[in-house]
């Protein structure tokens, strides 16, 4: 028989645990019976007839080595199956046909417990739940036949026959709508079950491919910057000085560099992951001022002697591209606007957090700009001039590295962006405090 999944192995699982309770039940009814014989005949004076010894003792017995069987040569193996299931149902519903029949035959008040194998079978399929409903149904018939003939009061004994009669036919009945309702329900758990899985897989599609998009995002906003400036120079090397042209040439040659690497990252996704991954030596924070002068005569850099003396383990890769996104954008503001002082950044040390303040004078932005400002593909540049991913995704890298960035800024006067970032890492703690939860 083809194996199937282990649901099956552990609802096979379930029946056998459900036959080991019955077993108990009836064990502890025996041991009662012998060690306290009086409180036995209070107890039984409600239940029905006691079983016939010899029978009762034969039945119990093969239950108990079924389930022995069952329990070391099929879970303990894993070979279950939704036939062996199915069958096991069955050899229960003639189990308890014969214990009926030993204990008072179709008038023993507990042919109810016929429900509790069609029950079971629903967790298996439609096919075996009518399958093990049908034989309930048949072995309480059989009931009729096998046990002894139901006695009622005196001169009522028909009406009693009828009675009891009556109880088979509505038991079938409970038993078609039990199982139809019951399977109902099952039906819809599983389509629903089905259907979060459906919507956990599209979501987790979804943050992939958003992923994969922020990255190709973040590869393009980070080429711009050194194309534009590729493009400046070879637009004015017919015009430069030979010593201008070497310096050029080696300029140029360093922003290609720059932009493969950035290709390299976007072929690779897997070294933007790593690349947000603590450096594995600290770095000095004064690395940023450099960073932040290469991108034109703008800039003045102020740098306290905090800030000199400081050094970071944060992944240098990404503060750096932070730090160039948030001067790109103060250096375009400030050339917008004519007579502009430039741009003044001031690098800081406090309570062991790196604190950059970047400063322009330049065209600000107004209070609906600003709000805005952090939001994927905004930008108060002219078409063609931005992508608007430079604040979003210094945000979200800020955010891994548990750092903030906050933005102020005055239409007509300028705009001031603090960056700051704890100066030891936030990733391999949040990571060790992880593995230690």
């Not at 739940?129 to 002894?148: K, N, Q, R, Y």
Request: aromatic share 6%; with cysteine.
């Amino acid at each position: 028989m083809q194996r199937l999944t282990s649901s099956v192995q552990i609802t096979l699982r379930l029946f056998v645990v459900a036959r080991w309770v019955m077993l108990g039940l009836i064990a502890l009814g025996w041991t009662l019976q012998a060690v306290r014989p009086t409180l036995f005949r209070q107890i039984v004076s409600w239940f029905p007839p006691p079983p016939e010894p010899i029978g009762t003792s034969i039945v119990v017995v093969l239950m108990a080595v079924a389930n022995l069987w069952v329990s070391r040569q099929v879970l303990a193996r894993g070979r279950a199956t939704m036939s062996l299931a199915g069958t096991h149902l069955l050899l229960d519903t003639a189990a308890l046909t014969a214990l009926l029949a030993l204990s008072g035959g179709v008038s023993n008040a507990f042919t109810s417990m016929y429900f509790v194998p069609m029950t079971l079978a629903i967790q298996l399929s439609p096919g075996w739940a009518w399958a093990i409903g049908g034989a309930c149904l048949l072995g309480f018939a059989s009931l009729f036949v096998l046990g002894p003939a139901p006695v009622g009061p005196p001169g009522h004994e028909e009406h009693f026959l009828g009675h009891i009669r009556g109880m088979w036919v509505a038991f079938g009945i409970s038993a078609a709508f039990v199982i139809y309702f019951v399977h109902r329900i099952a039906l819809s758990l599983a389509r629903q079950r089905a259907e979060l899985e459906r919507l956990r897989m599209t979501a987790q599609q979804d943050r992939q491919l958003a992923a994969l998009g922020t990255l190709a995002a973040g590869a393009a906003h980070e080429l711009g910057s050194p194309l534009a400036t590729i493009g400046v120079l070879v637009a004015d090397l017919p015009l430069m000085e030979p010593r201008e042209q070497t310096e050029a040439m080696q300029t140029i040659r360093h922003e290609l560099a720059r932009c493969k690497h950035i290709l390299q990252q976007m072929s690779s996704p897997e070294l933007r992951v790593g690349s947000l991954a603590a450096s594995a030596e600290a770095w000095p924070l004064a690395e940023l001022g450099e960073a932040l002068r290469s991108l034109g005569h703008e800039v003045t850099i102020e740098l306290s002697a905090a800030g000199a003396a400081a050094t970071t383990t944060q992944p240098q890769e990404v503060v750096l591209q932070i730090v160039r996104a948030v001067g790109t954008n103060a250096i375009d503001a400030c050339r917008a606007k004519p007579g502009s002082a430039g741009v003044r950044v001031t690098i800081d040390v406090a309570a062991d957090h790196a604190l950059l303040r970047v400063r322009d004078d330049g065209v600000g932005m107004p209070p609906e700009a600003v709000a805005a400002a952090f939001d994927p593909f905004f930008s108060t540049k002219p078409e063609g001039k931005g992508m608007g991913l430079g604040l979003f995704l210094a945000r979200a890298h800020l955010r891994k590295l548990g750092g903030t960035i906050e933005l102020e800024s005055e239409h007509g006067r300028g705009t001031t962006t603090t960056v700051r970032f704890p100066l030891r890492e936030a990733l391999r703690e949040g990571a060790t405090d992880g593995r230690g939860g």
